[in-house]
């Protein structure tokens, strides 16, 4: 059975840094994509961040691009998600994702696996 766990969610203020992780068992994921992905009360889904194959490959939603980084640990079959200077706006509940494809993947339908989410919560 593949579970996707989330940690380091939390409560800050605007300006502030956070780092979320995610740990996948039950599978592999070094050569697959892994994703982040975030949601916001009312709202859809929104794309944050991919990476796949090796650490070089990454792609960044226009929103967080140049403040959210994104990076792996293949020898922990973790993920992790790098915040900094962050908004009231990037207040949501943030999902890892990994897919079964080993390329770049924007849309929630191309994930097969997903976590529990992690509550962020920004403060002006």
């Known amino acids: 059975q593949v579970r996707l766990v989330e940690s380091g969610g939390g409560s800050v203020q605007a300006g502030d840094s956070l780092r979320l992780s995610c740990a996948a068992s039950g599978r592999t994921f070094s050569t697959n994509t892994m994703g982040w992905f975030r949601q916001a009360p009312g709202k859809e889904r929104e794309f944050v961040a991919c990476a796949w194959w090796v650490a070089d490959n990454t792609y960044y939603g226009d929103s967080v691009e140049g403040r959210f980084t994104i990076s792996r640990n293949n020898a922990k079959n973790a993920v992790y998600l790098q915040m900094n200077n962050l908004k009231p706006e990037d207040t949501a509940i943030y999902y890892c994702?990994?897919?079964?494809?080993?390329?770049?993947?924007?849309?929630?339908?191309?994930?097969?696996?997903w976590g529990q989410g992690t509550q962020v919560t920004v403060s002006s």
């Open positions: 994702a990994a897919s079964v494809l080993s390329q770049k993947v924007r849309g929630h339908g191309g994930y097969d696996y």
